[in-house]
């Protein structure tokens, strides 16, 4: 792959740094990161991925830009109110940059359709930006199941968290976590409120993960919770314990298929 | 004694169990919270049979996405 002179000067930045170079420019250009939801955490992530190069970004979105959704979802505008929001990502990510090739899929994610997805361009990264745990389980799963690396946050009111699973290299979301909490036990974010900056504060942690996956570069939030406290202004990494015995990831796993948890819609 | 949860130290008078632990802590759904005790995962099922000692590292994890952290 040859460069052209726009593209030496759009990169110039990352190319400049030892650690990503001409080479490592070539890698995010021949990559491919599937962003799930284009909503708080997956609109900042999806406009950082774009702008570093990445060269193919999957949208999954089933829903529409809503006024209520542009406190946070910098990726969407006033004048793109109504229209689907895998549409609006395509084009605000290729006016910043017409490089990038954008697959759009709008959709909810299910178990009949997550595998063809992350199978339709077999990503190599995926970014959970959902808002609910049905859909974290659903992609945890069956990013495990395709040994495929992932990104997992969320966020609400003025706190967020954040790890990375890469397959062999730590604990996935599910040794943490174990199963959804049961719906309605917990209020939604639309009850709760979220500060519109969590989302881009942790759904740009999130796009660093996956450009350093790329790039095969730095230590990875693998074994790992980042959990943000915005009143106290405080970043704390936990280390998480190991569980053998994880269904999806442990020794002998018993999750061989994909669970549609009981689900509660919820706009983050 | 004492013990750290979530990073912070916090001083108990006597030794106590982690369900106690969760209540003092003003966990407020505890059943489904995370926890670790210096760096193992604790079933739900042992949290009354879990005495807290010395020095002890208790991380609180919670659900976050969704929802309100629990
Ligand atoms: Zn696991």
Redesign the pocket.
């Known amino acids: 792959m040859k460069f052209t002179n726009e593209q030496m000067e759009r990169y110039s930045r990352n190319i400049i740094l030892n650690e990503v170079g001409v080479k490592g420019q070539i890698k995010l250009l021949e990559s491919k990161v599937l962003i799930v939801g284009t909503g708080g955490l997956g609109a900042p992530a999806a406009l950082y991925l774009a702008a570093a190069g990445v060269g193919t970004i999957g949208l999954v979105d089933a829903d529409a830009v809503d006024l209520s959704n542009l406190q946070r979802q910098i990726i969407h505008s006033t004048t793109k109110v109504g229209k689907p929001k895998v549409a609006s990502g395509r084009e605000a990510i290729n006016d910043l940059n017409p490089d990038v090739n954008v697959v759009t899929y709008q959709e909810w994610v299910s178990s009949a359709n997550i595998t063809d997805i992350i199978k339709d361009e077999d990503y190599d990264f995926i970014i959970d930006g959902t808002d609910n745990f049905p859909a974290k389980f659903l992609i ?1 799963d069956a990013c ?1 199941l395709l040994h495929k690396p992932f990104s997992h946050a969320g966020i609400i009111k003025f706190f967020g968290q954040t790890m990375t699973y890469v397959p062999g290299q730590g ?6 976590f174990l199963n959804p909490p049961p719906p309605n036990t917990v209020p939604t974010c639309k009850e709760a409120g979220v500060l519109g900056v969590m989302g881009g504060i942790i759904g740009t942690v999130q796009a660093t993960e996956a450009v350093k996956y790329l790039l095969g570069i730095g230590e990875l939030l693998t074994g790992r919770l980042l959990v943000f406290d915005a009143l106290e202004m405080e970043f704390r990494t936990v280390t998480l314990a190991s ?1 053998k015995n ?5 020794e002998n796993p018993t999750l061989k298929d994909l669970i549609d948890y009981e689900q509660r819609a919820c706009e983050l | 004694m004492i013990v750290k949860v979530n990073g912070n130290e916090v001083v108990l008078e006597k030794a106590i169990s982690l369900k106690e632990l969760l209540v003092v802590q003003q966990v407020r759904t505890p059943e489904y919270v995370t926890v670790q005790l210096n760096n193992e995962f604790i079933s739900a099922g042992s949290f009354e049979d879990t005495l807290i000692k010395d020095g002890d590292e208790i991380e609180f994890l919670y659900f976050m996405g969704g929802g309100q952290a629990l």
Do not use: H, L, T
């Open positions: 945890n495990v604990p996935c979301y599910r040794c943490v569980r994880c269904v999806v990831c442990g």
